[in-house]
Every structure is written in structure tokens, then in C-alpha cells.
């Protein structure tokens, strides 16, 4: 039987018969794998207060017919995160998304830096602003995207490449403009087409205001729209 050792993050938990759990990890070395944890909802089970979403650990497992967890030491747990309804929805949020969106055993170690600068971001700043929630929420949305390869054309149309924009179609992932529009395809104005360019681009260690922050999220409403369409048809594409 092998055995392995790996940093991951707890993305989801799933009940499984009689006592047992399986989890769903992204790991740093191995990508995203599910484990079956035995008896892990036992009241007693070593297991239980380290594995909660969002939580960093160090996990020993085996690899066999049915892969099976055997041991998890807490690194990180996200405190500020648990402790906050608001914050624990946007990173239970993030571990879906990564769940729906990757496959089994595929190492990115850029995915896996993502959930660590993320989920520390969010947790290490949260007492500054509530604003942090949403803009934590967004920018991963953004970045993951990004990192799958589904970063959206925001220059020119994406048909003729004239600058003249107003519409972002979700079937060619870019902006059109009017002459190539059609009525599902979704309005945009300049300073939105900035503010995505800003989060699609932007790296934390450049978020050291609030400032920047209040700057996108001026845009919530159509940032929400847009990243849940879009993001929808990112899935219609991978699934």
C-alpha cells in the first residue's frame, strides 16, 4: 500500500454510509483528490475538528482501489473566516467552485497558491471592511477563471476588433459591438470593461488601499451578473 503526505485544503464534505465522510482536497502536490475518511462523523473521530471548510492541513493518505484518508494535522484553521457568516459563504463559495471546476489528481500548484493568498487575504484583513467579503469573493472568481484559461476579451470586439463596444457576448467570451450584438449579450459601459481588465489583472500585493477595493466594488451589481454568467458558461464548456 502507498502512502503520501501533501498540504491541501479542505474544499467539501460529503457523508458517506454508516460513520464514514469523504472529503474533497486541493492539494499542492497532487491536485484536487477525494478521500474517504472512516468513522470520521463519530463523535470521537480524531479527525473532526480538522477538516472543516476552510481549513489548511497536512494530510497523510493511501492510494488502494478506494483512496483513503489517514491522518490530518491543522495548519490553518481561518478563524476570522469561521467566525463571520458572511466570510465563511464566500470561502465555502470558493471551495466549490474549485470542486465543480478541476479535475481529479491534476497538480496547479497556481491554483493551489490562489486558495493560500486568497483565503489569507481575507482572513488576515477582514476586521478592516466588510467590502473585503465581496471583493475576496470576486477576484478569485476572476483569477481561477483566468487560470483555466477563460479570460475574457475586453479590447475590442472580438469579431471585427472595432473599438466601438457595448455589449459583452457570453457565447464569444468578449466584448462585440453593435453591428455583431445580439440580444442575450449583455451591456457594458467603459468603466465597466475597466474595472474587469482591473480585476482579471490585478495581483494582491497591489490591493493595499481600500480605496481600490470601493473602486471595483462600485460595480457590484454588474460584477455579480457578469462573473455568475460568465462563469456559468465556463461550466457549459468544461462539463
Excluded at 146 to 155: A, C, N, R, V
Excluded at 207 to 214: A, E, G, L, S, Y
Amino acid at each position: 500500500m502507498n502512502y503520501y503526505t501533501t498540504r491541501a485544503f479542505v474544499l467539501k464534505k460529503e457523508i458517506a454510509e454508516e460513520k464514514d465522510n469523504v472529503y474533497h482536497f486541493f492539494t499542492q502536490d497532487f491536485g484536487k483528490i477525494n478521500l474517504k475518511a472512516k468513522s470520521s462523523r463519530d463523535i470521537l473521530a480524531k479527525l473532526k475538528g480538522h477538516l472543516e471548510v476552510p481549513t489548511l492541513v497536512q494530510i497523510n493518505f493511501s492510494l488502494t482501489y478506494q483512496p483513503r484518508l489517514i491522518s490530518a494535522l491543522e495548519e490553518e484553521p481561518y478563524l476570522n473566516i469561521k467566525n463571520n457568516d458572511a466570510a465563511l459563504s464566500a470561502a465555502l463559495r470558493i471551495g466549490q467552485l474549485v470542486d465543480e471546476l478541476t479535475l481529479l489528481n491534476q497538480k496547479d500548484l497556481e491554483i493551489f497558491t490562489l486558495l493560500s493568498e486568497t483565503l489569507y487575504f481575507l482572513d488576515r484583513n477582514l476586521s478592516k471592511s466588510p467590502q473585503l467579503i465581496d471583493f475576496s469573493w470576486f477576484y478569485f472568481e476572476a483569477q481561477f477563471l483566468k487560470l483555466l484559461g477563460y479570460e475574457p476579451f475586453l479590447t475590442a470586439c472580438v469579431k471585427c476588433a472595432k473599438k466601438d463596444v457595448h455589449y459583452f457576448s457570453f457565447t464569444e467570451r468578449g466584448v462585440v459591438c453593435n453591428l455583431h450584438y445580439h440580444q442575450e449579450d449583455l451591456p457594458i459601459t467603459a468603466n465597466q470593461r475597466k474595472t474587469l481588465q482591473l480585476l482579471f489583472n490585478i495581483s494582491l500585493r497591489q490591493v493595499d488601499t481600500i480605496k481600490i477595493i470601493t473602486q471595483i466594488l462600485k460595480e457590484k451589481r454588474f460584477l455579480e451578473e457578469f462573473l455568475s454568467r460568465f462563469t456559468l458558461r465556463v461550466k457549459s464548456d468544461i462539463m
